[in-house]
């Protein structure tokens, strides 16, 4: 398996800084409180110059210029925003895929939106920051993880960033096992928000399942919040069933118990649930982060799957998109958008 992911590369237009040297196993580290504000806007968000419009399904306010050219799109009771920025691709062209190139960033706001929050008095200037930044966003984050990316480490030398496996190898040479979270992957003990603490284990160092995957990039690295079970509560849980079922964010398209049909509701960031073991349980056992439309038009994703060893957008072990009638469109089932 290790075989097939040397050859993988990573094509995205990001650079990525590599850092100290060093390993750091069972330091214990508290939940982060969110990221530092983003690089200044290129571009002023004077109240004159904007305007807002609602919208439905699903509810959320549109921003837009004097000139109609939409800015930014605000869902109620979510914290992502997409905002129009510099245009940028991402791709694994050795797999077959198509790139996804885009000028959508994804970037939470810090607190979820609702109606009339643009005018209370955190809005605009999260707004004036974040309209043209090139930042990582979430998206960038993700791209972080593929394979071949260099590592990147913190001041204290924890590896945050780089080439990031599945899971140990299995037994007997078998498949790679799930069980491995954010802390994992770091290797650093974690205090959640509820005091709960989890050590990492040291043969899953810089390995992330499925879940692990989203909550390293939205919760360790932009600042969602996290917790440290399946139990409903203010964050985001560790499994992918309770992400679906009773995780944060706003439902865009629900569970039905087969492949949604209105895939052009997904935006860029949006949560994608999927039940791959269709023949067990009938419940959701996958999740991946919404990219866009590929070059090709197809609704492109990103997940940490056990066949590609990590995380991909390539088509290794099965395509990443959502509606070509392979294993994982069959198995797509319901998406949230946090």
């Given at each position: 398996m290790r075989t097939l992911r040397a050859r993988r590369v990573l094509m995205g237009v990001l650079a990525v800084v590599v850092g100290v040297t060093g390993?750091?196993?069972?330091?214990?580290?508290?939940?982060?409180?969110?990221?530092?504000?983003?690089?200044?806007?290129r571009v002023a968000a004077s109240a004159a110059d904007l305007r807002f419009l609602r919208?439905?399904?699903?509810?959320?306010?549109?921003?837009v210029d004097t000139s109609g050219t939409v800015l930014a799109t605000l869902t109620d009771g979510a914290r992502t925003a997409t905002i129009d920025g510099p245009q940028r691709t991402f791709a694994e062209p050795q797999f077959g895929g198509a790139p996804v190139t885009t000028?959508?960033?994804?970037?939470?706001?810090?607190?979820e939106w609702r109606a009339g929050a643009e005018n209370e008095s955190w809005f605009r200037p999260w707004l004036q920051q974040n309209l043209d930044s090139t930042a990582p966003d979430v998206l960038a984050l993700a791209a972080e993880y593929l394979d071949r990316v260099p590592e990147q480490r913190d001041e204290e030398g924890?590896?945050?960033?780089?080439?990031?496996?599945?899971?140990?190898?299995?037994?007997?040479?078998?498949?790679?096992?799930?069980?491995?979270d954010f802390y994992d992957y770091l290797g650093i003990s974690w205090r959640f928000a509820d005091r709960q603490a989890r050590r990492p284990d040291p043969e899953r160092y810089g390995a992330v399942d499925c879940s692990g995957f989203v909550r390293l990039v939205y919760g360790y690295r932009a600042g969602y919040p996290l917790l440290a079970t399946e139990r409903p509560g203010p964050g985001l849980p560790r499994r992918a069933r309770a992400m679906a079922e009773t995780g944060p964010g706003a439902v865009v398209l629900p569970d039905n118990g087969a492949p949604p049909s209105n895939v052009g509701a997904l935006q860029a960031g949006d949560l994608l649930?999927?039940?791959?073991?269709?023949?067990?349980?009938?419940?959701?056992?996958?999740?991946?982060?919404?990219?866009?439309?590929d070059?090709?038009?197809?609704?492109?994703?990103?997940?940490?799957?056990?066949?590609?060893d990590g995380p991909t957008l390539g088509d290794l072990g099965g395509t990443s998109v959502l509606d070509?009638?392979?294993?994982?469109?069959s198995s797509f089932r319901a998406a949230k958008r946090l």
């Open positions: 390993v750091v196993v069972g330091e214990l580290r508290e939940a982060p409180t969110a990221p530092g504000a983003a690089a200044p806007s919208r439905e399904a699903p509810a959320g306010t549109t921003v000028h959508v960033w994804v970037r939470l706001m810090p607190q924890v590896r945050v960033g780089g080439d990031a496996r599945f899971g140990p190898p299995g037994p007997n040479g078998g498949p790679s096992p799930e069980n491995s649930f999927f039940d791959l073991d269709q023949e067990q349980d009938r419940r959701i056992d996958h999740v991946a982060i919404y990219l866009g439309r070059d090709r038009g197809q609704p492109r994703f990103v997940s940490s799957r056990r066949r590609a070509d009638g392979g294993h994982y469109a």
